[in-house]
């Protein structure tokens, strides 16, 4: 599998792009913001994107979706939850990132939706707590968890939507789920292991 981690916009969130060594077809994970890095990396990487995933509908993992679009070809899909969020985001959050061009989703992904781009298979899990519309994707030995499950911390939950008990429900289904050797890709700071976080993620202390 092909991965690039790229930081953009000016929360710095983690946009991932994933691709099929074998085809070059590909995918973007939560394009937020920086549109002409992003397609540069594509480009070097010589993949055909075929899919742009948003992980929730938050403007810093949102914000450079259109562009990414429109210069990809590629199919826009998120949670149907945040739907209506990442065709019209809220002028007071979008201020926050320097505004927020919106995008219209071709797709709207739900639980157990499975994706295939080349050899590569990616399976949605709606993982809601952060926001309603949170979902984690599975490729592989790797989990990307979007602001579900950080390294060392979690979503946090005082934003529209959020709800703690809700993502304490989503993180049992990942530690239940998921081996501990399971590669973490969240959508901001570092990589992580499930096992690592089991070990020593304080909101996971329990499970």
């Given at each position: 599998m092909?991965?690039?981690?790229?930081l953009?916009?000016p929360?710095?969130?983690?946009?991932?792009?994933?691709?099929?060594?074998?085809?070059?077809?590909?995918?973007i994970i939560?394009?937020?913001?920086?549109?002409?890095?992003?397609?540069?990396?594509?480009e070097?990487l010589?993949?055909?994107?075929?899919?742009?995933?948003?992980?929730?509908e938050?403007?810093?993992?949102?914000?450079?979706n259109?562009?990414?679009?429109?210069?990809?070809?590629?199919t826009?899909?998120?949670?149907e939850?945040?739907?209506?969020q990442?065709?019209?985001?809220?002028?007071?959050w979008?201020?926050m990132v320097?505004?927020?061009?919106?995008?219209?989703p071709?797709?709207?992904?739900?639980?157990?939706?499975?994706?295939?781009?080349?050899?590569?298979?990616v399976?949605?899990?709606?993982?809601?707590?952060h926001?309603?519309?949170?979902?984690?994707l599975?490729?592989?030995?790797?989990?990307?968890?979007?602001?579900?499950?950080?390294?060392?911390?979690?979503?946090?939950?005082d934003?529209?939507?959020?709800?703690?008990?809700?993502?304490?429900?989503?993180?049992?289904?990942?530690?239940?789920?998921?081996?501990d050797?399971?590669?973490?890709?969240?959508?901001?700071?570092t990589s992580?292991?499930i096992?690592?976080?089991?070990?020593?993620?304080?909101f996971?202390?329990?499970?």
């Amino acid at each position: 599998m092909i991965l690039e981690t790229l930081l953009v916009g000016p929360l710095q969130a983690n946009c991932y792009i994933v691709g099929c060594e074998d085809t070059k077809k590909g995918f973007i994970i939560d394009p937020g913001g920086d549109a002409e890095r992003i397609l540069a990396a594509v480009e070097r990487l010589g993949l055909e994107i075929e899919y742009i995933f948003d992980t929730h509908e938050h403007v810093d993992h949102i914000a450079a979706n259109q562009a990414v679009k429109d210069a990809t070809g590629a199919t826009l899909v998120v949670h149907e939850d945040g739907r209506e969020q990442v065709e019209c985001p809220h002028p007071y959050w979008a201020s926050m990132v320097g505004g927020v061009e919106p995008s219209q989703p071709d797709e709207s992904m739900h639980e157990g939706d499975t994706y295939e781009i080349g050899t590569l298979t990616v399976r949605v899990l709606h993982t809601p707590g952060h926001s309603l519309a949170c979902v984690c994707l599975a490729v592989d030995d790797a989990l990307f968890t979007g602001d579900t499950l950080f390294a060392g911390s979690v979503g946090r939950t005082d934003f529209p939507g959020g709800d703690m008990a809700t993502l304490e429900r989503s993180l049992q289904r990942l530690v239940e789920e998921f081996a501990d050797e399971t590669k973490l890709y969240p959508g901001h700071m570092t990589s992580s292991t499930i096992g690592e976080e089991k070990r020593s993620n304080p909101f996971l202390q329990g499970m």
